[in-house]
Structure formats: C-alpha cells, structure tokens
C-alpha cells in the first residue's frame, strides 16, 4: 500500500482559511438556530450544523494528523446565546444563503489547490452540503415571499451576433445606452440583492458593537452598500426593471452584541473578499464600457476599505496570522 503523501503548503493553507470560516459559520449558526422563531428555518439551520461540524472536527484532526496545530477560529466566547434577537423578518436564512454563495467559490477555488484524496473528498463533500443548503434556503425566502424572483423577458427566437464595435460602449450613434444584455443584467441585480443584505448586516453589527473604532469602520461599510445599491439600481431603472428589494431582514432594538468584535470584523472581512471576487467577475464578462469602469471602482473602494478592516483588526490583536513557508 502506497504511503499517503504530506499535506503542501497549499493544502494546509486552503485547510486553515476553511477552518477559520467553518468556525465563525458554526458560531453564527448557534446564534442564529437559538432565536428562531420559525420551526422550518430553525430544522433547516440545525442540521447545516450538524453536518458542518462533522467536517469542522475532519478539518481539525487533517491538520493535527501533520503535527501542525489547528487556527484558533472563532470559539464560544465569540457568542452570546442570551443576546436578544437582533434581526428579524427570515433574515437569519439570507444570510446563511450568502454565506453559502461565499462557500461555494472558495471550495472551488480549494479543491483545485488539492492534490491528496482525503483533502480533494472533504472538500468534495462540503460543496455537496453547501449547494444542497443554498437550494434549502433559496427556495425557503421564495416562499416566504422574502426574495422574489429576477425579471423574465420574452425568449429569443434567433441567434445573432454582434457587428458593430459601438455594442461595447454602451451607446449608440445618438449618445444613448443600448439596453442590458441578460448577463449584465444578472450581475447587476445579483449586487443589488446581496448588498442590501450586508447592509443589513451592518446595521445590527452597528448596534451593537460597543468598540468605537469598530462601529465607524462598519458605519463606512454600510454607506459604501448603499452607494453601490444606489448606483446600481439607477442603471436597471434606466432600463425600466425594477431592483431588486427584501422584505425581510428588519433590525431589532436590540443593543447587546450577539457576537465578539473579533467575528463581526472577520465576516467583514469574508464580505469583502467575496465582494471584490464578484465585482472583478462581473467586470470580465460585460460588454457595456460603463459597466466595466462601474465595477471597477466599485472593486478598489471594496479593496481599500477591506485593506483598512484588516489594519485595524491588526492593530486589535484579532487577525490570526496565516502558516509560514517555512521549508
């Protein structure tokens, strides 16, 4: 039998980034599954967790396997169970619904910087989870009426091809802008939609959070969403389709914190990247110059804020520092 390889840097690496975000995931999830006041949303929550924290303990013992030590993460002194409700109205389900769009990029991305079996079945196994728990939650907001669907259009009859150069700036000979195609249009509403969620988020984290410093770093996190909801739901109203909007996801009165500084920083964080991830995807695959340069700004606002959040929890003594290549 042949001897099972080493673990490479990078499989520790994928490993130790998954680790951290299992571990805030879970915490989150606790909070979360306590102050439910829905029967449905609350099953589906528990058993996410069960199943992620099989694969979270799986994690831990691959690493220790190698004589390394696992991440500190986030632990149970990162939650307050006996904080009141912070949010109401399904938010719970958008959110876990986002962090399971988040999960599934980085699996991707992780299985593909796997070489070992054990390393490419766990992240094979997670994705299958996170793919099964984003159709739960999806089809949970669809029908609650929490989310609604994107806007139908008439089916084209034809194919056709572009001929004129012009179709890339986004006007015509008259200085007008030639309508959304479906693919910009998708990553348009997609922003809309996940922004008001992080806003919303925002909102309850500034609320509670009792770190001055922290609450002006979220309080510049929610007005960034809003300036990119703002801008981007003016593009698809120029175009007479309506944005995209939640019901759900009010914030309570609440002012005690569900969670530590150190977690909400770090899904700030999480966020962040995502964020700057979809902004640069979008920007590659439209063909509207405006929206090109839109997404674009967008990113570099993303990325200065994101690269100020990480100073600051730096300066905190809350971002655990990633394993060195040290051959």
């Given at each position: 039998?042949?001897?099972?390889?080493?673990?490479?840097?990078?499989?520790?690496?994928?490993?130790?980034?998954?680790?951290?975000?299992?571990?805030?995931?879970?915490?989150?999830?606790?909070?979360?599954?306590?102050?439910?006041?829905?029967?449905?949303?609350?099953?589906l929550m528990s058993?996410?967790?069960?199943?992620?924290?099989?694969?979270?303990?799986?994690?831990?013992?691959?690493?220790?396997?190698?004589?390394?030590?696992?991440?500190?993460?986030?632990?149970?002194?990162?939650?307050?169970?006996?904080?009141?409700?912070?949010?109401?109205?399904?938010?719970?389900?958008?959110?876990?619904?986002?962090?399971?769009?988040?999960?599934?990029?980085?699996?991707?991305?992780?299985?593909?910087?796997?070489?070992?079996?054990?390393?490419?079945?766990?992240?094979?196994?997670?994705?299958?989870?996170?793919?099964?728990?984003?159709?739960?939650?999806?089809?949970?907001?669809?029908?609650?009426?929490?989310?609604?669907?994107?806007?139908?259009?008439?089916?084209?009859?034809?194919?056709?091809?572009?001929?004129?150069?012009?179709?890339?700036?986004?006007?015509?000979?008259?200085?007008?802008?030639?309508?959304?195609?479906?693919?910009?249009?998708?990553?348009?509403?997609?922003?809309?939609?996940?922004?008001?969620?992080?806003?919303?988020?925002?909102?309850?984290?500034?609320?509670?959070?009792?770190?001055?410093?922290?609450?002006?770093?979220?309080?510049?996190?929610?007005?960034?969403?809003?300036?990119?909801?703002?801008?981007?739901?003016?593009?698809?109203?120029?175009?007479?389709?309506?944005?995209?909007?939640?019901?759900?996801?009010?914030?309570?009165?609440?002012?005690?914190?569900?969670?530590?500084?150190?977690?909400?920083?770090?899904?700030?964080?999480?966020?962040?990247?995502?964020?700057?991830g979809g902004g640069?995807?979008?920007?590659?695959?439209?063909?509207?110059?405006?929206l090109i340069a839109?997404?674009?700004?967008?990113?570099?606002?993303?990325?200065?804020?994101?690269?100020?959040?990480?100073?600051?929890?730096?300066?905190?003594?809350?971002?655990?520092?990633?394993?060195?290549?040290?051959?």
């Open positions: 039998m042949l001897e099972k390889p080493k673990m490479s840097s990078s499989e520790l690496g994928a490993l130790w980034l998954t680790y951290h975000k299992k571990s805030m995931i879970l915490r989150m999830l606790e909070y979360f599954i306590e102050k439910s006041d829905d029967q449905e949303a609350r099953d058993e996410l967790w069960n199943q992620l924290y099989s694969k979270f303990i799986e994690m831990k013992t691959l690493i220790e396997n190698e004589g390394a030590i696992a991440p500190d993460g986030f632990s149970k002194e990162d939650v307050n169970l006996e904080a009141p409700k912070l949010w109401d109205n399904g938010f719970d389900i958008m959110f876990c619904r986002i962090l399971k769009e988040i999960s599934m990029s980085m699996y991707v991305l992780h299985l593909t910087m796997s070489y070992r079996q054990d390393i490419i079945k766990l992240y094979r196994d997670i994705t299958e989870i996170t793919e099964a728990f984003y159709g739960y939650f999806t089809q949970y907001l669809l029908d609650k009426n929490l989310y609604t669907r994107p806007t139908y259009i008439m089916m084209p009859k034809s194919t056709d091809y572009i001929t004129d150069k012009d179709y890339l700036k986004g006007t015509n000979i008259l200085g007008d802008k030639r309508p959304l195609n479906t693919i910009e249009f998708g990553y348009l509403y997609h922003v809309v939609e996940t922004n008001i969620t992080g806003m919303q988020l925002m909102m309850g984290f500034i609320q509670t959070t009792k770190d001055e410093e922290v609450k002006k770093y979220l309080t510049k996190g929610k007005e960034l969403s809003k300036e990119i909801i703002s801008e981007t739901s003016d593009i698809l109203l120029e175009n007479n389709i309506q944005p995209p909007a939640t019901p759900g996801g009010t914030v309570t009165n609440s002012t005690m914190a569900p969670f530590s500084e150190k977690l909400m920083m770090y899904c700030n964080y999480l966020l962040s990247g995502f964020a700057i640069a995807f979008s920007a590659g695959f439209s063909l509207r110059n405006d839109k997404n674009t700004i967008f990113s570099k606002d993303i990325f200065q804020y994101q690269l100020n959040g990480t100073k600051l929890m730096i300066d905190k003594g809350w971002f655990e520092e990633p394993p060195k290549m040290d051959l």
